[in-house]
Structures are given as structure tokens and as C-alpha cells.
């Protein structure tokens, strides 16, 4: 702790003297250092601000809400199945992690490393082998559960490919609480589940927030795996954009469902952000 | 990633455990918590790939059929008629992911010394993430001759037409889909150097040049390393990039490829080839990149 704060201190002093030469990067003026960190934002938020843009656009060169009619119409119900399909998924990727990354972390396995990395296995498969697979799977090995081109199929393909991300930042929040609050609850009578739902879930609550974050960003916004093993009935929304875009091209409908995608992640990673910050996030895909 | 220092509770629990004989009981009730993450990865991970491995070795779809007919050719029409997409496919990812390293750097270094604006700088970067389809979309509308970034390109004297359906753009979208990989990697191993051990190098009369090159990229080198192959293996998988902005040359890459086989010619053994190659190639960079980041995932 002393450690920590004395580094940081130490850093705090080297912002200061900022410009006195010490770094590699400091011959280069301050401003910049500026500038090409915003042309970056800029870029970062470019595609987006541009689909809306686009989406906005009315014929006569006014701007109309014309195009989101077919968001507020047919789109609606594609977008309300994703995020029934992402709810599910957290839920799934819940159940799994937690007892989980409880065992990896608190029990004596044998073998926990090579456990660990044989779970994370899908998260490497890049998503065209993962559906194709998946595809073959559902339709001959695995023929008689309901899984093809059902919402089974669909939420257990999202499960495996998610739920590494879940279990990571609750194992490293569950690393960083000290056994100590478990026995004291313990030790004063509570059992097992008392102490596991009143002491522990609690404390890990911005790691578990950290899953479903990144469980809720890719779920919804996944389109290829999706694109091999739904049917025709159960088309998701990033599946429908991606559909929108090789059959009605670059239309003002396809610009306005893509930007209110972006929208409804953007919202819930601000929210996340505003709730229980970026802490648990560090090591992740976030931060 | 510093070691999180095991409280000393835990150790001395651990000790009397496997003392009074309870050490068996503990890791029955560990695997009995693993259970339902295992067998889901095996049903829907681990069996499917194995699946798919075989239906590689079978012709076309007769896999499905009740006589499979078993062959190597899937994999010698790779070799005669399809190198050029694995080449494609490496090409991409190899451009995508120098180009990430060469402007991630920077970016990375500056964000992490330089400014106090990282909340937003964070917030922004999230876009990316949301995936290569809308940011492919949105910059296809951005070239366009008549989108809003045809007077920007004109004052540079980029002929948008040309950027179009060609190679760079194809690189830029994957890289730019990439690029937070890179610099999550790149902070996080710079979080670990001290910049004392900078001020240190400086105050002993090394040139800037010099800190760089004698301390901070040999003590942020395994995060630079992570941060290039994870995005290496992220361009692997490419697919919805080279659809948009990207020319014929550029969609003949693996994914696209196995996918209209196996989606709309129905010759699944030669998809399944394709998906085999590809796996291969990820899990390869995948391997390389967790020998280098150990410990960096917290794993």
C-alpha cells in the first residue's frame, strides 16, 4: 500500500516537471502529444457519428427521422430477441464462472492451470471456425437436443465463447479479497450460502460487473458466429445490420439500425462506468 | 501484473488442510464446481473442434450422409488452389497488426505519462470494440465521393475513389477495430515501469533515445509483445472488413472463403479444411503470446 502511494507520488511529481526532457517522447512538444491523441478520438468516433449522420438525412437536404421508422417497425422485434438472448447469456455465463472461479481460486485443484487455459480455448478460435463448427455439431453429434437454429443453439454458442470473460475479472477480484471476511462470518455463525450471499457476492460485485459488461458488449453486437448456426425465425440484430448490409446496401434503414446499436452499447458501457467504475476492468479487454 | 501477495490466513489454512487429511475432500468439491463450466466447454468447445477436424478428412457433405467418404484432398486442394488466401489471410493481419504497433505505441506511451484526460480518452476507445461491422459501415459512408469526408480528403489530395475497395483501407478497418487490444496491452506493461527508473536514466546523462531504448521498451516489451499477437490473432479471423472496404484481392481470406463453401456450395469438408488451417494459425499465434504475457491475465 505504502508502496503504491509513494509510486504514485512519484509520478504525480514527474507530471509536474513535465517537458524537462526525460522521456523519449518529450523532445516532441507538449501539444503535440495533444493532437495526436484527438485525431485518434476523432477516429475512434468518426464511423459512428458519420452512420448517424447518415441516418438522419432527409432527400431535400433537411434532416427527418424518416429512417428510423423501420427501427421503430421490423427492427424492433430483432433488437428486442438480442437483448432477451445477451440477458440470457449473462445469466449462463453467471451460473458457470462463479462457482467456478470460487474453485480455481479458493480450492486445491490438481491441474488448475491447464484447466484454466482448456476453458479459455474458444475465446482464441476465431468466430467463422467457431460457428462452423458449431454448425456441423448441432446438425450430427449433438442431433437430439434442440439446437439448431434454435434459441438453445444461439445461447449456448454465446456461453462458451463469453463466459472466459466473465470468469477472468472474478477470479482477479476474488485473488484480491482476503479470506478474512469469510471466516469473521464464519466464525459468527453464518454457513456456507449465508456467507457466500451476504459477505462475498457483495465484495465482488464490480468484478461480476466487469463480466457482465463485457459479456453484454459482445453478445449484442455479434453477428458471425450467429450467422452459421441461426435460422431464418431467429435473427438477432447485429445479425439483421449484417444481413441489411449485403442485401439492401448502404441505405439509410441499414445506417440508422447500425447507429442505434452503437447507441444502446455505448449507454450501457457509460452506465457501467458511472455505476462501478474501471477498476476491475484493468487486465481486461477494456482497460 | 504484480503478484497479489497471498493473505497469510489463506496459507496457514491451506497448511493445516492438507494436514488433517482434508486436502482429498477439498479439491472433490473444487472439480464438483468446475463441472458445469468443463462440460460446457467440451460439448460446445472442445468436441465441436474435434468434430470439426474430422469432417476436414471427409468429401464435400457426405459426411452427413450414412456412407462418409474419407479423404486427404480437402487439404491438398488447399495446397494447389487456395495458398493465396492463407497468404492473404496472414498479409492482412501482418499489416493491420504492424500498423497497430507502429501508431498504438505513441498513442499508448502518451496516454499513459502525458495527459490527465484518460476517463474520456477510455470512453471514447470503446467504440472500436462494439466491432468491425459498424466501423466498417461507417468509414465505407465516410470515403464515399459524396460522404462528409470527401472535402477532407480533397484537402489532403487523397483520391477517395481510389482508397475505396483497396488493400490500405482494408488494413485501416481492421487495425482500427484492433487498435484498443494494442493499447490495453501497451498501458497495462507501462503501468508496471517505473518512471523514476526514466528520470533515474535521464539524470545519469542518457539521451532520450537512449531511455527508450536501454529502459523502457526492455522493461515493456513482453506487454508490446502481447498487445501485437493478440491483435495478430484477433485480423486472423478477419471477415466483415474486406466485404465492405476491401477489392476482390482483398476477400479471399480464410473466413469469407470457408464460409461461402460451406454456407452456399454445401462442400463442408473443404470448409472444414479451411476452418482446421485457420484454427491452426490462430492457436499458433495464440500459444507464442501466452508464453510471452504469463501471468498478464491474471491467469
Known amino acids: ?80 430477441y438480442s437483448l432477451e438472448l445477451t440477458l440470457m447469456a449473462i445469466v449462463g455465463n453467471l451460473l458457470i464462472s462463479i462457482p467456478a472461479a470460487y474453485a480455481i481460486v479458493r480450492h486445491n485443484v490438481p491441474g488448475k492451470r491447464f484447466i484454466l487455459s482448456t476453458l479459455n480455448v474458444s475465446l482464441y478460435a476465431p468466430a467463422a471456425v467457431m460457428g462452423l463448427s458449431l454448425l456441423i455439431t448441432y446438425a450430427y453429434l449433438l ?22 470473460l466473465m470468469l477472468l475479472p472474478i477470479i482477479v477480484a476474488l485473488r484480491d479479497l482476503p479470506m478474512v471476511y469469510e471466516e469473521a462470518a464464519r466464525t459468527l455463525g453464518a454457513n456456507r450460502l449465508q ?21 453484454f458488449v459482445i453478445v449484442f453486437n455479434e453477428f458471425l458466429v450467429t450467422l452459421f448456426i441461426a435460422g431464418p425465425s431467429n435473427q438477432t440484430a447485429a445479425l439483421r445490420v449484417y444481413g441489411l448490409t449485403r442485401t439492401a446496401g448502404f441505405s439509410q434503414s441499414t445506417a440508422a439500425a447500425a447507429a442505434t446499436m452503437q447507441l444502446v452499447s455505448f449507454v450501457v458501457v457509460l452506465v457501467f462506468f458511472k455505476l462501478v467504475g474501471s477498476r476491475y476492468l484493468k487486465g481486461t479487454y477494456f482497460a | 501484473m504484480k503478484e497479489i501477495p497471498v493473505p497469510a490466513a489463506m496459507l496457514e489454512a491451506e497448511i493445516e488442510q492438507s494436514k488433517s487429511g482434508r486436502f482429498q475432500r477439498d479439491s472433490l468439491v473444487g472439480f464438483g464446481l468446475l463441472t458445469p463450466a468443463i462440460v460446457v466447454v467440451i460439448l460446445f468447445s472442445l468436441a465441436p473442434l474435434a468434430y470439426l477436424i474430422l469432417v476436414s478428412f471427409t468429401s464435400e457433405s457426405t459426411f452427413f450422409f450414412n456412407n462418409p467418404v474419407y479423404t486427404g484432398g480437402n487439404y491438398r486442394t488447399i495446397v494447389d488452389r487456395f495458398m493465396p488466401h492463407v497468404w492473404t489471410t496472414i498479409r492482412l493481419a501482418t499489416l493491420a497488426s504492424i ?56 484537402f489532403l489530395g487523397i483520391d477517395a475513389a481510389q482508397l475505396l475497395f483497396s488493400e490500405q483501407m482494408t488494413v485501416f478497418g481492421m487495425a482500427l477495430f484492433t487498435f484498443p487490444f494494442m493499447v490495453m496491452n501497451v498501458v497495462a506493461s507501462l503501468a508496471n515501469v517505473d518512471p523514476t527508473l526514466e528520470e533515474a536514466a535521464r539524470t545519469l546523462g542518457a ?48 473466413s469469407l472463403t470457408l464460409q461461402q463453401k460451406a454456407m452456399s456450395q454445401f462442400d463442408y469438408g473443404l470448409a472444414s479444411a479451411m476452418g482446421v488451417v485457420l484454427m491452426a494459425l490462430a492457436f499458433t499465434v495464440t500459444w507464442v503470446s501466452l508464453r510471452f504475457s504469463r501471468g498478464a491475465l491474471g491467469a
Open chain 1, 143 to 164: 442431433d437430439f437436443l434442440p439446437l439448431t437454429h434454435s434459441t438453445w443453439g444461439l445461447l449456448a454458442a454465446y456461453v462458451v465463447g463469453t463466459f472466459p
Open chain 2, 207 to 254: 539521451a532520450s533515445w537512449q531511455t527508450f531504448v536501454r529502459v523502457v521498451f526492455p522493461l515493456s516489451w513482453p506487454g508490446i509483445l502481447a498487445g501485437f499477437l493478440m491483435c495478430y490473432g484477433w485480423n486472423l479471423g478477419v471477415y466483415v472488413v474486406p466485404i465492405l472496404l476491401g477489392g476482390t484481392p482483398q476477400q479471399r481470406v480464410l
Open chain 1, 1 to 80: 500500500m505504502s508502496q503504491s502511494i509513494a509510486s504514485r507520488l512519484a509520478r504525480g511529481s514527474a507530471r509536474q516537471s513535465e517537458g524537462g526532457g526525460r522521456s523519449p517522447l518529450a523532445k516532441v512538444p507538449t501539444i503535440l502529444q495533444h493532437v495526436y491523441i484527438w485525431i485518434w478520438l476523432l477516429i475512434f468516433v468518426m464511423p459512428f457519428l458519420a452512420t448517424l449522420a447518415y441516418s438522419f438525412e432527409a432527400p431535400n437536404g433537411g434532416y427527418s427521422l424518416e429512417a428510423y421508422d423501420f427501427v421503430k417497425g421490423a427492427f424492433l422485434d430483432n433488437l428486442r
Open chain 2, 99 to 154: 500498423f497497430n504497433l507502429v501508431f498504438g505505441f505513441p498513442f499508448a506511451y502518451i496516454l499513459a505519462r502525458k495527459i490527465r484526460y484518460r476517463e474520456l480518452v477510455r470512453t471514447l476507445m470503446v467504440f472500436p470494440l462494439f466491432g468491425p461491422l459498424y466501423l466498417a459501415f461507417g468509414l465505407f459512408y465516410v470515403l464515399l465521393p459524396n460522404g462528409p469526408g470527401a472535402p477532407f480528403l480533397d
Open chain 1, 195 to 215: 456467507s457466500l450471499f451476504r459477505i462475498e457476492l457483495p465484495l465482488l460485485g464490480p468484478g461480476i460487473g466487469a463480466g457482465i459488461l463485457m459479456t
